[in-house]
């Protein structure tokens, strides 16, 4: 790596090194990274939770968070023929504030917390402009809207004058952009730009950056975990792992010659997610009598009217789903947000009151039950058959109990086992989901996302389900533990005759493990069908679009680019 | 522009930053990470708190400090030199004296006497320090009898003048020449245990009527949050003053302390109501708690194994930081004279008698118990704030 400014290079990495002093020691979170990204070029920095990879990328504007620091290295910012060390300022000097915003824009991951809620759209980007450019109040709104043109927001002379809730997450994301790019930025960071949007937003927002770039010229400078996303956009890649880059080089070395085994183990955990799992358990007999039947199912939301205001209008959730499950069925139901998966899944765990439809449970013995009909003591039966795995491993388990109380805690209620008894099942349990039974004196807060999400796993088991609900249970883990927890499912499946539903934004996740798919759209039931045959060749528009926007981890095959689109009503043409 | 995500997980995916530094190594897919969280693992949310809560160096001063006024309330009878009621007219406001143990000649512990003068202005007879006199004093002396936590009878007192007739005013004497520090010690029980008292009615209809109102919601929630607000619309130093001028004068002095606590807790309960409230509204539907209720959970198992452990911490923290206000109040009611009457003894009433400016000019030491609530005060909310803090031992 000896590139200098004439080839490109805007801003230049050597050997940066980044500190956290905790209480007892010191993380090196970022440990002797060089990078260089250049004019017109996407550099893909990626890695796993914990990586340093958005460490490193807030140190080359000055911005780690408190009581990080740069301990060694340089940053060398190369504009207008002259070279900046960034690191030589100080992180609140006038240098540093001008290079910021000015040089370098950024876009951060959560579109939401990145806008504020008491400025309208226009007037918080016009600041931006008044104070980089020094431009008055009528040039800097008449740059705003040729900005917001340029993201691609409708009408953007009236848009200017909403405030951030009254766009889409993509659209809050769009601004951002349009932010960044006030000041002519010669670089872009961005942080995860995509994480928090739907499949479909996720590619108008990387077509967008990829069309800005080229207009411009920009030096792109991304930050994901996502393998698919960096094949999708990246011209070079940056594997990080552990405050290290491991491996460097151009997309198609990366993806076709990997060559550290952490890349390797990445791609892998990647491409594995790519097919159907090879480990399913081929219990599901397609024409066994269903287990769970949902007819007619739906949740209208909405005002019901109280002492001051009249009832308004109602949202119509989930709008009359209907679906069988089979025994040793594993079913994916799959959307964007605000599909309403979640509510049908919390429906059928009658955590949320359906308003009309019908669950009917064929238990153990054979007798089919209503199960919205059941009351207190029918309802604990059921729990007790059909469990659920939650998404969030941090908030699902209370803080304040140890594991042992954690898994012991249905058998305990339901009066199945006490005493040494309980231990032993904990333990048994423990064992079963592969974390070792010298761990149940621990508190949650001592285990990885992985760890935790295998001891949610273990607490559902406890009672010898027959049915379990698993709303997004991996889609807040690393990928590589992704695959784990499925495998560990799929296994699980075999040993212990159990059928599931598997809530997911993920399809990727759900070919893996899904039997059969059904794919949901603002609350109503798109299309229902064999896995592979809805993942490879949809027959419904929705879903092809859903699909097509899927990133591919494959740099030769850029799925994206050649996506279909949908548009569904006129009114949800808005959506960016 | 798209629907508001009503069920669904975008963001919540990201609850944890996942490039805070301090999972960066935890963060394993194997068990590796546990050898560097030796320690941290096995501590539970309560040993969490207390090493957070040691680290805050002010909150420990003052815990420290609030266990000794405790300890100060509890052993009153022992720890002051003289009984609240002993009086003698002959050293009226008599100034504190200075407690010496080098007389110039020999050690020993002693305190000056007092002789008085005429001041040569205003012809008032005053009292003078006099070095020349020498009372001696002691630990463990003999003084007027008291009856110790109703147990035994006793007359040992933990400091005092070794001939009980001598005159010993450390922090001065009042109008009947009552010693001022044996009185502050007495009425640091009244006072510290009004809020104790006052706190605990408190706390039980706060938990009960904000527990109702946030694990309820819908109509329920409704009209407490609507009492709430009504017993919080009026002005307060008016409902005390009607509702103490409804107390019978000739009431005996303990039913007049239970009937103020009473009044002072109507009001108080509403703060602590609204903060149980708040946490359960937002505690109801974590995750953990809707996966304990479908583990067939009962309702009261709910609250108490999962939803009240979870916010004990805070609630701890809340009471700390409402017995000061309980005291002030309390200090403001007998202060105004419609509060608690001589002869029991607190700081408030106490506080009464420093009403009169030319008392306070003669005899500033009078001002002494409102010391003592500062201090205490003081000490109470440092103790809160750090308790605060430290109840959540996961936030940073």
Redesign the interface.
């Given at each position: 790596m000896t590139q200098t400014s004439e080839n490109g290079t805007v801003l230049s990495v050597r050997d940066l090194s980044v500190d956290?002093p905790?209480q007892k020691g010191v993380?090196h979170?970022v440990r002797d990274v060089n990078l260089d990204i250049k004019r017109g070029k996407t550099l893909a920095l990626v890695g796993?939770?914990?990586?340093?990879?958005?460490?490193s990328a807030r140190s080359l504007i000055q911005l780690v968070d408190s009581p990080?620091r740069i301990v060694s290295g340089k940053v060398n910012l190369f504009v207008d023929g002259t070279a900046a060390d960034i690191t030589a300022m100080g992180a609140k000097s006038p240098h540093i504030r001008a290079i910021r915003g000015g040089r370098i824009g950024l876009i951060f991951?959560?579109p939401?917390s990145a806008l504020s809620p008491m400025h309208k759209i226009g007037d918080q980007i016009d600041e931006a402009i008044e104070i980089h450019l020094g431009l008055d109040k009528k040039a800097a709104r008449k740059r705003t809207v040729e900005l917001l043109r340029q993201v691609e927001i409708p009408n953007p002379e009236r848009m200017a004058d909403q405030y951030s809730f009254?766009?889409?997450?993509?659209?809050r994301q769009r601004v951002c952009i349009a932010m960044a790019l006030a000041c002519d930025p010669d670089i872009l960071i961005a942080d995860?730009p995509t994480?928090?949007?739907?499949v479909t937003t996720q590619a108008e927002i990387l077509d967008l950056i990829k069309r800005l770039q080229e207009q411009r010229g920009l030096a792109v400078l991304l930050i994901t975990?996502d393998m698919g996303v960096v094949a999708e956009v990246a011209d070079e890649v940056a594997v990080m792992q552990?405050?290290r880059i491991v491996e460097h080089g151009t997309a198609d070395e990366i993806f076709y010659t990997p060559k550290h085994p952490y890349t390797k183990r990445l791609l892998g955990a990647t491409l594995k997610l790519e097919h159907a799992s090879d480990h399913k358990a081929g219990t599901y007999d397609p024409a066994s009598e269903p287990i769970l039947k949902i007819r007619n199912l739906s949740k209208h939301?909405g005002h019901v009217g109280?002492?001051f205001s009249r009832a308004g209008p109602s949202?119509r959730?989930v709008d009359d789903v209907s679906f069988d499950l089979h025994r040793g069925e594993n079913l994916g139901i799959v959307g964007?947000?605000?599909?309403?998966?979640?509510?049908l899944g919390?429906m059928i765990?009658r955590?949320i009151e359906p308003t009309s439809g019908e669950v009917i449970y064929t238990g153990s013995d054979d007798k089919d039950q209503d199960v919205l009909a059941l009351q207190r003591k029918g309802l604990?039966k059921y729990?007790?058959a059909v469990?659920?795995i939650?998404?969030?491993p941090?908030?699902?388990?209370?803080?304040?109990m140890?594991v042992k109380q954690i898994v012991g805690?249905?058998l305990k209620?339901?009066n199945i086992a006490s005493g040494r008894a309980r231990d032993d099942r904990v333990a048994e349990l423990l064992e079963m989901v592969g974390?070792?039974a010298e761990m149940m004196?621990?508190?949650p807060?001592?285990f990885?996302?992985?760890?935790r999400q295998r001891i949610?796993i273990a607490?559902a088991l406890a009672?010898d389900p027959r049915i379990i609900i698993a709303?997004?249970a991996t889609?807040?883990l690393?990928v590589?533990?992704r695959s784990?927890i499925l495998d560990l499912l799929l296994d699980l499946q075999k040993r212990l005759d159990l059928s599931f539903i598997f809530i997911a934004?993920d399809i990727s996740v759900v070919r893996y493990f899904c039997d059969r798919v059904l794919v949901m759209h603002?609350g109503k039931l798109v299309e229902i069908g064999e896995a592979e045959q809805v993942c490879t060749t949809p027959s419904k528009a929705y879903t092809q679009a859903l699909i097509s926007a899927i990133p591919n981890p494959d740099p030769r095959n850029k799925r994206m680019l050649h996506r279909t689109r949908f548009q569904s009503e006129p009114q949800?043409g808005?959506?960016? | 522009m798209g629907q508001y995500s009503t069920d669904d997980v975008a963001p919540r995916e990201l609850g944890h930053d996942p490039d805070d530094p301090a999972l960066a190594e935890m963060e394993d897919d194997g068990t590796e990470a546990d050898g560097r969280l030796m320690g941290l693992e096995r501590a539970g949310a309560w040993r969490l708190a207390w090493w957070k809560f040691k680290r805050h160096k002010l909150a420990v001063a003052s815990g420290i400090l609030v266990l000794l006024i405790y300890f100060v309330a509890a052993f009153a009878e022992f720890l002051a030199p003289a009984a609240p009621g002993d009086y003698a007219a002959r050293y009226t406001y008599a100034p504190p004296q200075t407690l010496r143990i080098w007389d110039g000649e020999e050690f020993g512990l002693h305190v000056t006497g007092y002789k008085v003068e005429v001041n040569p202005e205003s012809l008032a007879r005053e009292f003078v320090n006099d070095p020349e006199q020498k009372i001696p004093v002691g630990f463990f002396v003999r003084g007027s009898s008291y009856e110790f936590w109703g147990l035994f009878e006793w007359d040992r007192h933990l400091f005092g003048p070794l001939d009980p007739d001598q005159p010993m005013y450390l922090l001065g004497a009042d109008r009947l020449g009552r010693d001022m520090l044996s009185r502050i010690i007495y009425g640091t029980r009244i006072s510290m245990t009004v809020g104790l008292v006052g706190v605990a009615l408190s706390l039980f209809f706060g938990i009960l009527l904000g527990g109702l109102s946030g694990y309820y919601g819908g109509h329920v929630d409704n009209v407490i949050q609507r009492i709430i607000e009504f017993l919080l619309a009026i002005p307060t130093i008016p409902l005390w003053m009607g509702l103490a001028a409804a107390i019978p004068p000739t009431l005996p002095p303990v039913q007049v302390y239970f009937m103020i606590t009473i009044i002072l807790s109507l009001v108080g309960w509403t703060g602590l109501a609204r903060v149980v409230r708040g946490r359960f509204l937002a505690m109801r539907n974590e995750d953990f708690v809707t996966a304990a209720r479908l583990d067939g959970a009962s309702e009261v198992g709910l609250i108490l194994r999962h939803m009240l452990p979870s916010f004990a911490s805070h609630i701890i923290a809340a009471v700390t930081l409402a017995i000061p206000v309980m005291i002030l109040s309390e200090t403001a009611l007998s202060f105004l004279g419609i509060g608690l009457r001589p002869p029991v003894v607190s700081w408030g009433v106490l506080l009464q008698e420093a009403q009169n400016i030319r008392t306070v000019a003669t005899a500033p030491w009078l001002l002494l118990p409102g010391m003592a609530v500062v201090i205490t005060v003081l000490a109470l909310n440092f103790l809160g704030d750090g308790l605060r803090d430290a109840a959540d031992p996961y936030s940073k």
């Amino acid at each position: 790596m000896t590139q200098t400014s004439e080839n490109g290079t805007v801003l230049s990495v050597r050997d940066l090194s980044v500190d956290f002093p905790l209480q007892k020691g010191v993380l090196h979170a970022v440990r002797d990274v060089n990078l260089d990204i250049k004019r017109g070029k996407t550099l893909a920095l990626v890695g796993e939770s914990g990586s340093g990879k958005s460490v490193s990328a807030r140190s080359l504007i000055q911005l780690v968070d408190s009581p990080g620091r740069i301990v060694s290295g340089k940053v060398n910012l190369f504009v207008d023929g002259t070279a900046a060390d960034i690191t030589a300022m100080g992180a609140k000097s006038p240098h540093i504030r001008a290079i910021r915003g000015g040089r370098i824009g950024l876009i951060f991951q959560e579109p939401m917390s990145a806008l504020s809620p008491m400025h309208k759209i226009g007037d918080q980007i016009d600041e931006a402009i008044e104070i980089h450019l020094g431009l008055d109040k009528k040039a800097a709104r008449k740059r705003t809207v040729e900005l917001l043109r340029q993201v691609e927001i409708p009408n953007p002379e009236r848009m200017a004058d909403q405030y951030s809730f009254e766009y889409s997450g993509g659209m809050r994301q769009r601004v951002c952009i349009a932010m960044a790019l006030a000041c002519d930025p010669d670089i872009l960071i961005a942080d995860e730009p995509t994480t928090a949007l739907d499949v479909t937003t996720q590619a108008e927002i990387l077509d967008l950056i990829k069309r800005l770039q080229e207009q411009r010229g920009l030096a792109v400078l991304l930050i994901t975990h996502d393998m698919g996303v960096v094949a999708e956009v990246a011209d070079e890649v940056a594997v990080m792992q552990k405050g290290r880059i491991v491996e460097h080089g151009t997309a198609d070395e990366i993806f076709y010659t990997p060559k550290h085994p952490y890349t390797k183990r990445l791609l892998g955990a990647t491409l594995k997610l790519e097919h159907a799992s090879d480990h399913k358990a081929g219990t599901y007999d397609p024409a066994s009598e269903p287990i769970l039947k949902i007819r007619n199912l739906s949740k209208h939301f909405g005002h019901v009217g109280g002492w001051f205001s009249r009832a308004g209008p109602s949202i119509r959730a989930v709008d009359d789903v209907s679906f069988d499950l089979h025994r040793g069925e594993n079913l994916g139901i799959v959307g964007e947000s605000g599909s309403g998966k979640t509510t049908l899944g919390r429906m059928i765990m009658r955590i949320i009151e359906p308003t009309s439809g019908e669950v009917i449970y064929t238990g153990s013995d054979d007798k089919d039950q209503d199960v919205l009909a059941l009351q207190r003591k029918g309802l604990k039966k059921y729990h007790a058959a059909v469990r659920m795995i939650f998404q969030d491993p941090f908030a699902s388990l209370n803080p304040r109990m140890t594991v042992k109380q954690i898994v012991g805690d249905p058998l305990k209620i339901n009066n199945i086992a006490s005493g040494r008894a309980r231990d032993d099942r904990v333990a048994e349990l423990l064992e079963m989901v592969g974390l070792s039974a010298e761990m149940m004196d621990r508190y949650p807060h001592a285990f990885s996302g992985g760890q935790r999400q295998r001891i949610g796993i273990a607490r559902a088991l406890a009672l010898d389900p027959r049915i379990i609900i698993a709303d997004e249970a991996t889609s807040a883990l690393d990928v590589s533990i992704r695959s784990q927890i499925l495998d560990l499912l799929l296994d699980l499946q075999k040993r212990l005759d159990l059928s599931f539903i598997f809530i997911a934004h993920d399809i990727s996740v759900v070919r893996y493990f899904c039997d059969r798919v059904l794919v949901m759209h603002k609350g109503k039931l798109v299309e229902i069908g064999e896995a592979e045959q809805v993942c490879t060749t949809p027959s419904k528009a929705y879903t092809q679009a859903l699909i097509s926007a899927i990133p591919n981890p494959d740099p030769r095959n850029k799925r994206m680019l050649h996506r279909t689109r949908f548009q569904s009503e006129p009114q949800a043409g808005a959506e960016a | 522009m798209g629907q508001y995500s009503t069920d669904d997980v975008a963001p919540r995916e990201l609850g944890h930053d996942p490039d805070d530094p301090a999972l960066a190594e935890m963060e394993d897919d194997g068990t590796e990470a546990d050898g560097r969280l030796m320690g941290l693992e096995r501590a539970g949310a309560w040993r969490l708190a207390w090493w957070k809560f040691k680290r805050h160096k002010l909150a420990v001063a003052s815990g420290i400090l609030v266990l000794l006024i405790y300890f100060v309330a509890a052993f009153a009878e022992f720890l002051a030199p003289a009984a609240p009621g002993d009086y003698a007219a002959r050293y009226t406001y008599a100034p504190p004296q200075t407690l010496r143990i080098w007389d110039g000649e020999e050690f020993g512990l002693h305190v000056t006497g007092y002789k008085v003068e005429v001041n040569p202005e205003s012809l008032a007879r005053e009292f003078v320090n006099d070095p020349e006199q020498k009372i001696p004093v002691g630990f463990f002396v003999r003084g007027s009898s008291y009856e110790f936590w109703g147990l035994f009878e006793w007359d040992r007192h933990l400091f005092g003048p070794l001939d009980p007739d001598q005159p010993m005013y450390l922090l001065g004497a009042d109008r009947l020449g009552r010693d001022m520090l044996s009185r502050i010690i007495y009425g640091t029980r009244i006072s510290m245990t009004v809020g104790l008292v006052g706190v605990a009615l408190s706390l039980f209809f706060g938990i009960l009527l904000g527990g109702l109102s946030g694990y309820y919601g819908g109509h329920v929630d409704n009209v407490i949050q609507r009492i709430i607000e009504f017993l919080l619309a009026i002005p307060t130093i008016p409902l005390w003053m009607g509702l103490a001028a409804a107390i019978p004068p000739t009431l005996p002095p303990v039913q007049v302390y239970f009937m103020i606590t009473i009044i002072l807790s109507l009001v108080g309960w509403t703060g602590l109501a609204r903060v149980v409230r708040g946490r359960f509204l937002a505690m109801r539907n974590e995750d953990f708690v809707t996966a304990a209720r479908l583990d067939g959970a009962s309702e009261v198992g709910l609250i108490l194994r999962h939803m009240l452990p979870s916010f004990a911490s805070h609630i701890i923290a809340a009471v700390t930081l409402a017995i000061p206000v309980m005291i002030l109040s309390e200090t403001a009611l007998s202060f105004l004279g419609i509060g608690l009457r001589p002869p029991v003894v607190s700081w408030g009433v106490l506080l009464q008698e420093a009403q009169n400016i030319r008392t306070v000019a003669t005899a500033p030491w009078l001002l002494l118990p409102g010391m003592a609530v500062v201090i205490t005060v003081l000490a109470l909310n440092f103790l809160g704030d750090g308790l605060r803090d430290a109840a959540d031992p996961y936030s940073k």
